[in-house]
């Protein structure tokens, strides 16, 4: 059996980064090693999890692109939904993210605003689709 079980962001501070999750989002910390440079955040059946730049470099031996090196974030996201999309993105704005969309209705009637969080990441704050 094959099972999508994590996303790992490769962050500077493993600990500020999964804090700014926690308490925008919601979402409660599974695990954070001793040493602070790995962690999980219980998500549902796919864990949001978190990567110190030394501790991924050293296990990346080829490298890689650090989201901090781009002005823009990656051609990726990550995607929450809720019900306030106005209120969550206030929230997530008050705890340190930067306004990168501003929200907008779809023609299928959903409400979609991006951010780019603490790491440069994008993140989508969405209703669901109906």
Request: contains cysteine.
């Given at each position: ?60 031996k080829k ?65 669901e689709i109906?």
């Amino acid at each position: 059996m094959i099972k999508f079980k994590y996303v790992i962001l490769y962050v500077e501070d493993v600990e500020k980064s999964m804090n700014f999750y926690q308490n925008t989002f919601d979402t409660p910390i599974k695990f954070i090693t001793p040493e602070k440079d790995y962690g999980e955040l219980i998500t549902g059946e796919t864990s949001l999890s978190f990567a110190s730049v030394s501790l991924a470099s050293s296990n990346i031996k080829k490298g890689f692109l650090s989201s901090q090196s781009q002005e823009k974030p990656f051609g990726i996201e990550l995607g929450f939904t809720t019900d306030d999309v106005e209120k969550l993105l206030e929230k997530a704005v008050k705890n340190g993210a930067t306004l990168y969309e501003d929200m907008a209705v779809k023609p299928w009637g959903q409400k979609v605003a991006y951010i780019k969080d603490l790491d440069n990441y994008l993140v989508e704050i969405c209703t669901e689709i109906q």
